[in-house]
């Protein structure tokens, strides 16, 4: 199955839906046709039940490099953009799939908010990441909500005022990027991280993200109650009785 768009390609493959951003001669940068895209292709795959895992990659020389420059400064950039491109980003932070994306060349603006939207992102060492939105006398979007529960009120604050950049591996060792692939062998590397959580993709995974995306905001006593209630539905599922059943034959289980 596959969806046609004229900035994006998406493909869903068994469980899984593949993304890429598609406007390689432009570094992958969003106008507001990518936007509108973008933001119906994160309603289409939230929506359905038979995806369990999302991955998000940029054509040619870049992941993304965030709202498109050239139209933004020629007035083509709707008030709307910002409603879409968000909406999009939070659908892909708490729908009930698991998110990674490859990163390389540029992820800069809302290319790297989407990033940080993901629940595994992965990166080469010499990708540029980034929110310059500074220096275009923007706010950098919900950058300024997410970035610091990455890697800290001071650095998020150096990173947002300055719009200086950084490469992946120092996004690594500040907690920006969960894993660094080598330049050479990226595509392959990230396919053996997509597997390897696809492994363990179960309801309860899943249910997971869903606390984790409230673990900053709710008080113990609320937290607790979420997380007996999810718990009961993730002991009620087919995955964990799969996953007991897995358990007494001495096998992986199967999620599919």
Not at 117 to 122: G, K, L, M, Q
Request: hydrophobic share 45%; with cysteine.
């Amino acid at each position: 199955m596959s969806g046609v768009y004229e900035t994006l390609l998406y493909k869903k493959e068994g469980a899984r839906a593949r993304i890429t951003f598609n406007r390689p001669e432009i570094l992958n940068a969003v106008a507001m046709t990518g936007a509108r895209e973008f933001d119906d292709l994160a309603a289409r795959i939230a929506d359905d039940d038979g995806i369990r895992i999302v991955t998000i990659t940029g054509a040619g020389r870049a992941f993304s490099t965030g709202i498109d420059l050239k139209d933004l400064a020629v007035g083509l950039i709707e008030d709307s953009y910002f409603d879409l491109w968000d909406r999009a980003l939070r659908r892909f932070e708490t729908m009930d799939k698991l998110v990674l994306c490859l990163i390389h060349g540029y992820a800069l603006g809302g290319g790297l908010q989407l990033a940080l939207a993901a629940d595994i992102r992965v990166c080469t060492a010499s990708a540029k990441l980034g929110l310059p939105a500074i220096k275009e006398g923007l706010i950098p979007g919900l950058g300024t909500l997410r970035l610091a529960r990455y890697i800290g009120l001071g650095r998020a604050k150096k990173l947002i005022i300055t719009g200086e950049m950084i490469d992946g591996a120092e996004g690594e060792r500040i907690g920006m990027v969960d894993y660094l692939v080598s330049e050479d062998s990226a595509e392959a590397e990230f396919e053996a991280i997509v597997a390897r959580v696809a492994a363990v993709n179960s309801m309860g995974c899943r249910l997971s993200k869903d606390m984790l995306n409230s673990c900053y905001d709710l008080d113990f006593e609320t937290f607790f109650s979420l997380y007996k209630e999810r718990q009961l539905r993730a002991t009620s599922s087919d995955d964990f009785r799969e996953a007991m059943t897995a358990y007494r034959e001495k096998r992986a289980p199967n999620w599919a």
